[in-house]
């Protein structure tokens, strides 16, 4: 166990003042929640919002919704994502279908795209991966002329622009997550925006249909929101983090979990969900720019396309080889720097929806599952901090390597390499 500065992975901005107005959310009424969908409703330009006790059960309200409207049973995802998609899917009775993604953008290998729908796709699910943006226009351009909807993850991407468009704005309907480790958060917790009046009035209907979170649920929600705005801080998350039997950062696959309503506390938690969401969309940007600084001239990241206003969620890193990026993670624990994989395994690889495909097809995604490693980049990380995680990615950085590697230039403005697969 680190003893020392430990940095969290991940980690959103919440106040003393946020947790007050959580609890007095037990006291409020509806006035909150109208405001809460009020101010959603202007911020993203959609007609319709529900608010919900995670992202993964926000993804599942929309699946039961869509499959009143379609006899459609498949449901299209990128084949590295968090596990959370495929739970919500397996959930909602419907079968879960991967299209490989490019390393070099962690978007859908768009060469693969068309040839992965089929009669039977009910929607497609474009990833915002890490705040990076998917084309969602692309997406919805072959979806529609195959009577296909799009559902669109920007579970990692609240705040962040594409062009003219922000997250979540693009899609036939959009969901966000409220995690701890998101742009910001009340705990747990979803958002669906839609202006499709059809897709909406099914979701209604389904929404109507959920039960309020126990309030020991609920409670233990704030309880895990106090516990983490006081053990986040680098001097304090050696203790967390050196306690196996909390689970920190590991990521699992559901066959069932709870499905709510947002409760009243955790619309209380919200209160300055804005003026939050401008801080992490700050200091996010200034810890990216710092990397892009800093780092060795050959570190391969993952380049978000021009145009994008992207405060990333991690700074993805693409490392040579499987055990680089093992002994990067080692290292990287034993110094407390917070340097941390993303995802165990590729969708296909999951041992419970494993049998369901083809092997062999799926070598985008296997490839980041080896190499990808994730810097943090919230308010805990200061200048030293990005100093030392850099000076470590160039001890353990090795240039030799079987990719080819291009110079661009990221959304901040600053060259760096690229991986060209």
Same mark, same amino acid.
């Given at each position: 166990?680190?003893?020392?500065?430990?940095?969290?992975?991940?980690?959103?901005?919440?106040?003393?003042?946020?947790?007050?107005?959580?609890?007095?959310?037990?006291?409020?009424?509806?006035?909150?929640?109208?405001?809460?969908?009020?101010?959603?409703?202007?911020?993203?330009?959609?007609?319709?919002?529900?608010?919900?006790?995670?992202?993964?059960?926000?993804?599942?309200?929309?699946?039961?919704?869509?499959?009143?409207?379609?006899?459609?049973?498949?449901?299209?995802?990128?084949?590295?994502? $968090?596990?959370?998609?495929?739970?919500?899917?397996?959930?909602?009775?419907?079968?879960?279908? #991967?299209?490989?993604?490019?390393?070099?953008?962690?978007?859908?290998?768009?060469?693969?795209?068309?040839?992965?729908?089929?009669?039977?796709?009910?929607?497609?699910?474009?990833?915002?991966?890490?705040?990076?943006?998917?084309?969602?226009?692309?997406?919805?351009?072959? #979806?529609?002329?195959?009577?296909?909807?799009?559902?669109?993850?920007? &579970?990692? +991407? !609240?705040? !962040?622009?594409?062009?003219?468009?922000?997250?979540?704005?693009?899609?036939?309907?959009?969901?966000?997550?409220?995690? /701890?480790?998101?742009?910001?958060? #009340?705990?747990?917790?979803?958002?669906?925006?839609?202006?499709?009046?059809?897709?909406?009035? &099914?979701?209604?209907?389904?929404?109507?249909?959920?039960?309020?979170?126990?309030?020991?649920?609920?409670?233990?929600?704030? #309880?895990?929101?106090?516990? !983490?705005?006081?053990?986040?801080?680098? /001097?304090?998350?050696?203790?967390?983090?050196?306690?196996?039997?909390?689970?920190?950062?590991?990521?699992?696959?559901?066959?069932?979990?709870?499905?709510?309503?947002?409760?009243?506390?955790?619309?209380?938690?919200?209160?300055?969900?804005?003026?939050?969401?401008?801080?992490?969309?700050?200091? /996010?940007?200034?810890?990216?720019?710092?990397?892009?600084?800093?780092?060795?001239?050959?570190?391969?990241?993952?380049?978000?396309?021009?145009? +994008?206003?992207?405060?990333?969620?991690?700074?993805?890193?693409?490392?040579?080889?499987?055990? +680089?990026? +093992?002994?990067? $993670?080692?290292?990287?624990?034993?110094?407390?720097?917070?340097?941390?994989?993303?995802?165990?395994?590729?969708?296909?690889?999951?041992?419970?929806?494993?049998?369901?495909?083809?092997?062999?097809?799926?070598?985008?995604?296997?490839?980041?599952?080896?190499?990808?490693?994730?810097?943090?980049?919230?308010?805990?990380?200061?200048?030293?901090?990005?100093?030392?995680? $850099?000076?470590?990615?160039?001890?353990?950085?090795?240039?030799?390597?079987? &990719?080819?590697?291009?110079?661009?230039?990221?959304?901040?403005?600053?060259?760096?390499?690229?991986?060209?697969?």
């Amino acid at each position: 166990m680190n003893f020392g500065r430990s940095i969290p992975p991940a980690a959103a901005p919440i106040t003393f003042r946020d947790l007050l107005r959580g609890l007095a959310g037990l006291f409020r009424g509806e006035r909150r929640l109208k405001q809460l969908e009020q101010q959603l409703q202007e911020f993203f330009g959609v007609k319709h919002v529900f608010l919900m006790s995670s992202g993964k059960a926000a993804l599942f309200l929309i699946l039961a919704a869509l499959k009143t409207l379609s006899k459609r049973k498949r449901v299209l995802i990128p084949a590295y994502t $968090c596990f959370s998609v495929p739970s919500a899917i397996v959930k909602a009775g419907l079968t879960v279908s #991967c299209c490989d993604i490019d390393p070099r953008t962690l978007d859908f290998d768009y060469h693969r795209l068309k040839d992965s729908l089929t009669d039977d796709t009910l929607c497609v699910v474009p990833t915002h991966l890490l705040g990076l943006p998917s084309d969602v226009e692309r997406v919805k351009d072959l #979806c529609e002329r195959n009577g296909i909807f799009v559902v669109e993850d920007a &579970a990692q +991407a !609240m705040g !962040m622009k594409h062009g003219d468009h922000l997250a979540g704005s693009l899609g036939d309907v959009s969901f966000f997550s409220l995690g /701890r480790g998101k742009n910001i958060t #009340c705990g747990s917790g979803g958002i669906i925006v839609t202006n499709c009046d059809s897709i909406a009035r &099914a979701i209604q209907t389904e929404y109507q249909k959920l039960t309020p979170e126990p309030l020991l649920g609920v409670l233990r929600n704030f #309880c895990e929101v106090l516990g !983490m705005r006081l053990l986040m801080d680098p /001097r304090l998350y050696w203790l967390p983090s050196g306690l196996p039997f909390l689970g920190l950062g590991e990521t699992k696959f559901y066959r069932d979990f709870p499905v709510h309503r947002m409760d009243r506390v955790r619309i209380g938690l919200l209160s300055s969900w804005q003026e939050r969401l401008r801080e992490s969309y700050a200091v /996010r940007s200034e810890a990216a720019k710092m990397f892009y600084d800093h780092l060795p001239p050959n570190c391969k990241t993952i380049v978000p396309p021009t145009g +994008a206003k992207v405060f990333p969620n991690r700074l993805p890193v693409v490392m040579r080889s499987k055990r +680089a990026k +093992a002994d990067l $993670c080692a290292a990287s624990k034993a110094k407390g720097l917070g340097i941390s994989p993303l995802y165990p395994s590729a969708i296909p690889d999951i041992a419970e929806l494993k049998g369901s495909f083809a092997t062999g097809r799926f070598q985008g995604a296997t490839r980041i599952t080896d190499r990808l490693v994730t810097l943090p980049v919230h308010q805990f990380v200061n200048p030293n901090d990005v100093e030392r995680i $850099c000076r470590l990615l160039e001890q353990l950085h090795d240039p030799t390597d079987e &990719a080819k590697v291009t110079p661009s230039r990221n959304s901040l403005g600053h060259e760096r390499t690229s991986v060209r697969a």
